[in-house]
């Protein structure tokens, strides 16, 4: 069965033995969690997002990982990453709170069935990382919510293509092209606040931007290159110029393009040289325009 189904097979995940209390509102659950042995996951490509694949297995069918990994409260709809979840200061906490009904609102444009206290759809994954960066939207900067708000806009943009393919009548497609706008925002804001020294992404336990490798901050500096050239402005020709200039300094000094390099992962490597190759041939064809 399809992990979007409402009738997918019981044996694709299991709950947790513990509870989770939430921290605002102290309702209590249990994570749902995936069980991935027994042939339940068939890894396939890597795309140039740095996205894994799965293929869809005879017995299990096809199944989206990604829509597990978020802690959301089916109450308050507070949503953040697991090992976020407990730890925010009081502030954060209370400024998440209060937008409560908001969070809701947001939501319920969106889809208009949703329900966390349900084994969870690709409607729930979806959602969970849009109430993910609404939350994060309100987090002290000493938690880095800025890199988070980033994989979560990334993911959401993944979840909701997904469910564009299977539900081509509705308009997942143009929502998910949104948040790849906002991924866009949010990898470069993210770079930018590394850079001044405004907020560090070190807390961060995995880069992702998937769950089956840390590509870390190299992925970082990849991914808002690609993003860039996929979803950057084409407004105003010169500036385009400026940062694709600037991305492709960043890919050639970072991954030492041109020279053979082992310190780097084969996958992200590879994805970088030809994403070098993108921006050179897009600046060339621009300045061979000018002349």
């Given at each position: 069965?399809?992990?979007?189904?409402?009738?997918?097979?019981?044996?694709?995940?299991?709950?947790?033995?513990?509870?989770?209390?939430c921290?605002?509102?102290?309702?209590k659950?249990?994570?749902?969690?995936?069980?991935?042995?027994?042939?339940?996951?068939?890894?396939?490509?890597?795309?140039?997002?740095?996205?894994?694949?799965?293929?869809?297995?005879?017995?299990?069918?096809?199944?989206?990982?990604?829509?597990?990994?978020?802690?959301?409260c089916?109450?308050?709809?507070?949503?953040?990453?697991?090992?976020?979840?407990?730890?925010l200061?009081?502030?954060?906490l209370?400024?998440?709170y209060?937008?409560m009904q908001?969070?809701?609102?947001?939501v319920k444009?969106?889809f208009?069935?949703?329900?966390?206290?349900?084994?969870?759809?690709?409607?729930?994954?979806?959602?969970?990382?849009?109430?993910?960066?609404?939350?994060?939207?309100?987090?002290?900067?000493?938690?880095?919510?800025?890199?988070?708000?980033?994989?979560?806009?990334?993911r959401?943009?993944?979840?909701?293509?997904?469910?564009?393919?299977?539900?081509?009548?509705?308009?997942?497609?143009?929502?998910?092209?949104?948040f790849?706008?906002?991924a866009?925002?949010?990898?470069?804001?993210?770079?930018?606040?590394?850079?001044?020294?405004?907020?560090?992404?070190?807390?961060?336990?995995?880069?992702?931007?998937?769950?089956?490798?840390?590509?870390?901050?190299?992925?970082?500096?990849y991914?808002?290159?690609l993003?860039?050239?996929?979803?950057?402005?084409?407004?105003?020709?010169?500036?385009?110029?400026?940062?694709?200039?600037?991305?492709?300094?960043?890919?050639a000094?970072?991954?030492?393009?041109?020279?053979?390099?082992?310190?780097?992962?084969?996958?992200?490597?590879e994805?970088?040289?030809?994403?070098?190759?993108?921006?050179?041939?897009e600046?060339?064809?621009?300045?061979?325009?000018?002349?």
């Amino acid at each position: 069965m399809l992990a979007g189904s409402k009738d997918k097979n019981p044996t694709i995940t299991f709950y947790s033995k513990d509870q989770v209390e939430c921290p605002i509102c102290t309702a209590k659950f249990k994570r749902e969690e995936l069980m991935t042995g027994g042939g339940r996951l068939i890894a396939g490509v890597l795309t140039d997002e740095l996205r894994r694949m799965y293929e869809p297995s005879a017995k299990f069918g096809e199944i989206v990982p990604l829509v597990y990994t978020m802690n959301v409260c089916p109450k308050c709809y507070y949503a953040s990453f697991p090992q976020d979840f407990c730890i925010l200061d009081k502030e954060s906490l209370n400024r998440i709170y209060e937008r409560m009904q908001e969070r809701y609102e947001s939501v319920k444009r969106l889809f208009s069935k949703f329900n966390f206290a349900q084994a969870r759809t690709l409607n729930e994954g979806a959602a969970s990382y849009y109430l993910a960066i609404l939350c994060y939207d309100h987090v002290d900067q000493k938690f880095s919510p800025t890199i988070k708000q980033a994989v979560c806009s990334l993911r959401a943009a993944w979840l909701f293509g997904d469910l564009g393919r299977r539900f081509p009548e509705e308009n997942y497609g143009y929502v998910s092209d949104l948040f790849y706008k906002k991924a866009l925002f949010f990898y470069r804001r993210a770079v930018e606040l590394e850079t001044s020294g405004k907020e560090m992404i070190a807390n961060l336990k995995s880069f992702g931007p998937d769950l089956d490798k840390n590509y870390g901050y190299d992925g970082v500096l990849y991914l808002a290159a690609l993003l860039e050239v996929k979803y950057g402005s084409r407004a105003d020709p010169a500036k385009r110029h400026e940062l694709l200039a600037y991305h492709r300094r960043a890919l050639a000094k970072m991954f030492g393009l041109g020279k053979s390099t082992k310190s780097k992962p084969g996958p992200l490597l590879e994805h970088a040289r030809a994403l070098y190759d993108t921006i050179v041939a897009e600046i060339k064809e621009e300045d061979d325009g000018d002349e």
